[in-house]
């Protein structure tokens, strides 16, 4: 299985920078995805990992360690509308995506 | 116009009713999936096809079945829907062959509440 583990909820203040933090089961890993989901809303695309590092896009950047089973995604310069719920899924056999329970982050003035 | 969308947006219907929800896509993807989501739980797989001919179960596919008219279309349907099947509801879409070949595309949801 894939199971995908993260913060439930976090907090952090505006013009800040805040790591959510995912792990998962490494067995049969083909990539990880973070995705952002504004309340009510469909959850959109933030970023891709398969090889071990950082890529950087913009205010958002994604770590991943496939040894460790570990990806973080990084929010710099946080602004209101990053209030959200950030999903962490991992890609295994048959094009599947495994979804976390999500973390909802609260941006505070 | 949306890439991919979902009828009806909300739903209101009694246990025991049968429903259908209905996604289509403009992407020309060949991978479709129906997720539910419920608070606390995120998103889990109903049921994905990869092509027309193809159906699979996903994690919960207890209590529904799908259909795939076309390349465009994926129908849920919920055969005598349950309080527990009260959730919000997500098609999605991704291709074969594309760099990101896991990438899904989400359409806007469709709230389901069962009384």
């Known amino acids: 299985g894939q199971n995908i583990d993260q913060p439930t909820e976090m907090t952090a203040t505006e013009g800040a920078i805040v790591q959510i933090n995912c792990t998962y089961q490494?067995?049969?890993?083909?990539?990880l995805f973070w995705y952002q989901q504004h309340a009510g809303e469909a959850p959109t695309f933030l970023s891709y990992n398969v090889l071990d590092g950082l890529e950087e896009k913009g205010r958002f950047s994604s770590f991943l360690s496939r040894s460790k089973g570990y990806s973080y995604l990084l929010l710099k310069e946080l602004q209101m509308k990053d209030s959200a719920s950030y999903l962490c899924?991992?890609?295994?056999?048959?094009?599947?995506?495994?979804f976390g329970k999500g973390t909802k982050l609260s941006v505070i003035p | 116009d949306a890439d991919v969308t979902q009828t009806p947006r909300n739903r209101i219907t009694k246990t025991g009713k049968r429903i259908m929800l209905e996604c289509s896509q403009t992407?020309?993807?060949?991978?479709m999936y129906w997720y539910r989501q419920d608070p606390g739980l995120g998103l889990r797989l109903i049921y994905y096809?990869?092509?027309?001919?193809?159906?699979n179960k996903g994690e919960i596919s207890d209590g529904y079945s799908v259909s795939r008219q076309a390349q465009a279309k994926f129908s849920l349907s919920l055969e005598s829907a349950i309080p527990n099947q009260t959730a919000l509801y997500f098609c999605a879409t991704s291709a074969t062959g594309q760099s990101f070949s896991y990438e899904q595309y989400f359409g806007p949801g469709t709230r389901l509440t069962v009384t």
């Open positions: 992407k020309g993807h060949d991978r």
């Open positions: 899924a991992s890609g295994a056999g048959s094009y599947q995506l495994t």
């Open positions: 490494t067995s049969g890993f083909n990539g």
């Open positions: 096809s990869f092509d027309v001919k193809d159906i």
